[in-house]
C-alpha cells in the first residue's frame, strides 16, 4: 500500500462554546470533566479528517489545567495531528479562555491525545503520515517520538513491567 501523507493543517478542528453556570462547580469554574470531554470531541474529529475513517481514543496524557475558565467565559478548542504510527496519530490540543469584556484571552489547558483508526472490519487500519509545516507543528512533531516512547514505557509498567 502506497504510503499517503497529509499537511497537519488539514487535520485542525476548532470548537467554540460559551461557558453557563450548568458547565461549572461551586466555583463558577468549569468542571474539568466537561472540558476534557470537548477536548476528547475536537481530538476525535481531527483524528477523523486525517485519518479519514472511524477512530478510537488510546491515551490521554500531559493533561495541564493552567488557568480556570469562568461563568460567562468563551473558549476555544483546537486540535490537529501532530504525528503518527501505522494506525495511531498523535493529537495536540490546546484550549484558550476568552473574557469578552475586557479581550483577555489565555491558553488554559493543553493536553496530548492517542487515536488509533479502526478499517471497516473494526481492526487497527494505517493511516497518513503527517506533514508538520508551522514552527508550532514542527516543534510538537520533532518531540513526538519521545513522548510516544514515554507512553510505551507508562503502559509496560501499568501492564506489569513486560
Do not use: C
Not at 79 to 99: D, G, L, P
Not at 129 to 154: D, F, G, I, Q, Y
Amino acid at each position: 500500500m502506497e504510503q499517503i501523507t497529509k499537511r497537519a493543517k488539514e487535520s485542525r478542528t476548532l470548537m467554540t462554546q460559551l461557558i453557563f453556570p450548568l458547565d461549572t462547580n461551586h466555583y463558577d469554574t468549569m468542571f474539568g470533566g466537561k472540558l476534557m470531554e470537548y477536548m476528547d470531541k475536537v481530538a476525535a474529529i481531527a483524528a477523523m479528517r486525517h485519518a479519514r475513517m472511524q477512530v478510537v481514543t488510546a491515551s490521554t496524557d500531559s493533561l495541564d489545567f493552567l488557568a480556570p475558565i469562568r461563568v460567562g467565559e468563551v473558549i476555544e478548542v483546537e486540535a490537529f495531528v501532530t504525528w503518527t504510527q501505522r494506525s495511531s496519530m498523535e493529537i495536540y490540543v490546546s484550549v484558550q479562555s476568552e473574557n469578552l469584556m475586557s479581550g483577555e484571552r489565555k491558553t488554559t489547558v493543553t493536553a496530548f491525545f492517542t487515536f488509533v483508526a479502526l478499517g471497516d472490519n473494526g481492526r487497527p487500519a494505517q493511516v497518513p503520515t503527517v506533514l508538520p509545516e508551522t514552527e508550532e507543528e514542527l516543534k510538537l512533531h520533532a518531540s513526538a517520538p519521545e513522548r510516544h516512547e514515554l507512553r510505551k514505557k507508562r503502559k509496560q509498567d501499568r501492564a506489569g513491567g513486560k
